[in-house]
Nanobody
Framework: QVQLEESGGGLVQAGGSVRLSCTVF????????LAWYHQAPGKQRELVAS???????LDADSVKGRFTISRDNAKNTVYLQMNRLKPEDTGVYYC????????WGQGTQVIVSS
C-alpha cells in the first residue's frame, strides 16, 4: 500500500523560498514518474510540476522559472524547491505518482503572506 509523507511547508513572505519534501513508501520509487500538486483554498487540485523516472521535468506555466522539482531515488524522496513565492501559491501541496495519482497523503500547507 502506497504511503506519501509530505513536509516542509509553512508561513513565508512573498518573494521568499521554501523547500518541500515527500518520501514515498510502497512503490518501486525509481520506476515511477512523480509530481507535485497544488490545491489552493476553495479550488481543485492542480499539477504544478512532474519528473519522470529518467529525470525529465515538466512545469506548469504558473511556476516556470520559480519552482524546481527533483528526486533522490536512494532516499525515495521527491522535492519541490519554491522560489519567488507569490500569495497565489498559498495552499496545500501534495506529491503523488503521475499521471495517475494513487492514494493521497495529508499534504503540506504553504501560506504566502503579501
Amino acid at each position: 500500500q502506497v504511503q506519501l509523507e509530505e513536509s516542509g511547508g509553512g508561513l513565508v513572505q512573498a518573494g521568499g523560498s521554501v523547500r518541500l519534501s515527500c518520501t514515498v513508501f510502497g512503490i518501486i520509487f525509481r520506476l515511477n514518474d512523480l509530481a507535485w500538486y497544488h490545491q489552493a483554498p476553495g479550488k481543485q487540485r492542480e499539477l504544478v510540476a512532474s519528473i519522470t523516472s529518467d529525470g525529465r521535468i515538466l512545469d506548469a506555466d504558473s511556476v516556470k522559472g520559480r519552482f524546481t522539482i527533483s528526486r533522490d531515488n536512494a532516499k525515495n524522496t521527491v522535492y519541490l524547491q519554491m522560489n519567488r513565492l507569490k500569495p497565489e501559491d498559498t495552499g496545500v501541496y501534495y506529491c503523488n505518482t503521475s499521471p495517475r495519482p494513487l492514494a493521497w497523503g495529508q499534504g503540506t500547507q504553504v501560506i504566502v503572506s503579501s
